[in-house]
Nanobody, 116 residues
């Protein structure tokens, strides 16, 4: 059973930065691809980005390309989401995810609020 826990959310002004963290337990973290999604009020869940297990490849949703960066530290069982040049439309609950044996695991989410 994989468990994921996000942290680092908060309130920030437009143009600012935040770094989210997601700590994983219960699985072989270094073997897992990891991803981030977000969900704003009244909107569908949106793919933010993902990183392969060896950090060889990353990919991002169109709305965050060039502003957000995903990285991982396998020694700390943690994946990070560095968010720069934040916009009010980035306001959402951010979730990290991973897929194991055909099942998707979600963290509890962390709220990010960007004020204009």
């Amino acid at each position: 059973q994989v468990q994921l826990g996000e942290s680092g959310g908060g309130l920030v002004q437009a143009g600012g930065s935040l770094r989210l963290s997601c700590a994983a337990s219960g699985g072989m973290f270094s073997t897992l691809a990891m991803g981030w999604f977000r969900q704003a009020p009244g909107k569908e869940r949106e793919f933010v980005g993902g990183i392969t297990r060896g950090s060889i490849n990353t990919r991002y949703g169109d709305s965050v390309k060039g502003r957000f960066t995903i990285a991982r530290d396998n020694a700390r069982n943690t994946v990070y989401l560095q968010m720069n040049s934040l916009k009010p439309e980035d306001t959402a609950v951010y979730y990290c995810i991973t897929d194991v044996a055909g099942r998707r695991y979600w963290g509890q989410g962390t709220q990010v609020t960007v004020s204009s």
